[in-house]
């Protein structure tokens, strides 16, 4: 053996025992990492990083996991393990389950195409639009529902659909009438993405974002303290006869404002026109009810097919009667507000300080001067807001 054969051996059995030495680990980190991961499929802990990636991903260690050239169904390119399947907790889809749902609900305002309508439908729409995008509304779509039977100088303006008026002398001069059958049409025909309505008139100012009143079983309403079915029994037995229940079931509501599910206006709007032309042929009852028929007619054709409603007392507010806003979701302005310098109302009577909105049959109600000192503070409220709203759009002359 030469002197050179010792050392090569040396050299020899040490690189054999250092290879048999990696085999060996390589062969127990295998065994050790079959063992962490359990028969149901789970990870140990042991093999999380934790590392997140992606808004979250846990990513496993070791090794980095092949990346496709797609894009994954949550936009991002998928992660994916060697056996084909996804290796990635997936982001949940849509909102957490901590923030609750919208309920959008569409508003239908009913109207004609004199100039007294056209302003208040023009503040209307101003206030909802300024509102209908805050966080708590809960306000859709929005359709003018035009019953002259021909377009106007709004349709631009304001989403709008025009339907037809009832035929010449049927409302006996009581234009409201008009209101029920423009719904039939409307509804019968409306192409609109949310599951309820709102049925809003033009002379709805609103205060603040609406979220949706009603529930998945109850439409809701506001009660007028105006409409008492019990004080009118004897004549609405005649549709709501005591085998159907207590005359109490008739809420004491008219059609506006109510928000309800659009499939249950479909079952309503036709009954609530016919019952409203009826109590308007007869005599009495139209004597007896006046300008509130076309409200007792939805009231009484909602009971009858079963309907109840909640009934928000803090839905809107009626100046002067209603002195303060509180916290209504908008001012419903019929009513004459009448008050004397020091601020005392009138009821009844033309005062020294007085605003109607009948007064403003043709004009527009611009920089009205604001009631005395001491009037109600609903009052101001209401001044300040058709002031407002008179300034901000743009008006053409003989063009409301």
């Given amino acids: 053996m030469s002197r050179f054969a010792v050392p090569f051996l040396v050299i020899l059995s040490i690189s054999a025992f250092v290879a048999s030495y990696n085999v060996v680990g390589m062969i127990l980190s ?37 990346q496709t050239s797609g894009t994954g169904s949550d936009g991002v390119g998928s992660d994916v393990g060697s056996d084909g399947g996804s290796a990635v ?128 079983m109850l439409p809701a309403a506001f009660p007028f303290f105006y409409i008492v079915p019990k004080n009118q029994e004897r004549f609405l037995r005649r549709w709501y006869p005591a085998e159907k229940g207590p005359i109490t079931n008739i ?48 009231a009484t054709a909602s009971a009858m097919l079963g309907y109840t409603h909640i009934l928000r007392k803090d839905w809107m507010i009626q100046p002067p009667w209603d002195k303060t806003t509180g916290d209504a979701y908008m001012i419903h302005f019929t009513y004459g507000c009448d008050f004397d310098l020091n601020g005392n109302h009138l009821p009844g009577k033309v005062g020294p300080w007085h605003f109607d909105k009948r007064d403003y049959q043709t004009a527009i109600p611009r920089n009205i001067t604001y009631p005395p000192p001491g009037s109600a503070p609903s009052v101001f409220e209401l001044i300040r807001r058709l002031n407002d709203a008179t300034w901000s759009l743009d008006w053409v002359a003989g063009a409301t």
């Fill in 30 to 66: 295998t065994a050790r990492h079959r063992v962490s991961i359990r028969s149901k499929g789970s990870f140990d802990k042991s093999t999380f990083s934790s590392r997140l990636r992606r808004g979250g991903r846990p990513l496993l260690t070791g090794k980095p996991l092949p």
């Fill in 251 to 298: 809420d004491p509501i008219g059609n506006s404002p109510v928000i309800i599910k659009k499939k249950d206006l479909l079952k309503i709007a036709p009954l609530w026109h016919n019952v409203s032309l009826q109590f308007k042929s007869d005599p009495e009852i139209d004597k007896e009810f006046g300008w509130v028929l076309e409200m007792y007619g939805y």
């Fill in 89 to 216: 907790v997936k982001r949940p889809e849509g909102p957490s389950s901590g923030v609750k749902k919208k309920r959008y609900f569409h508003t239908a305002m009913t109207c004609n195409d004199s100039p007294y309508t056209k302003w208040q439908s023009r503040i209307m729409y101003f206030y909802y639009q300024k509102y209908r995008n805050e966080p708590e509304s809960e306000m859709g779509g929005f359709t003018r529902v035009l019953h002259s039977g021909k377009p106007d100088n709004l349709m631009d303006e304001i989403p709008t659909v025009v339907v037809d008026p009832l035929p010449p002398g049927m409302d006996k001069g009581y234009v409201v009438l008009n209101r029920p059958w423009a719904f039939v049409q409307w509804i019968q025909k409306a192409q609109i993405e949310e599951e309820y309505v709102w049925m809003a008139e033009p002379d709805h100012i609103i205060l603040k974002p609406i979220p949706n009143l009603a529930t998945d």
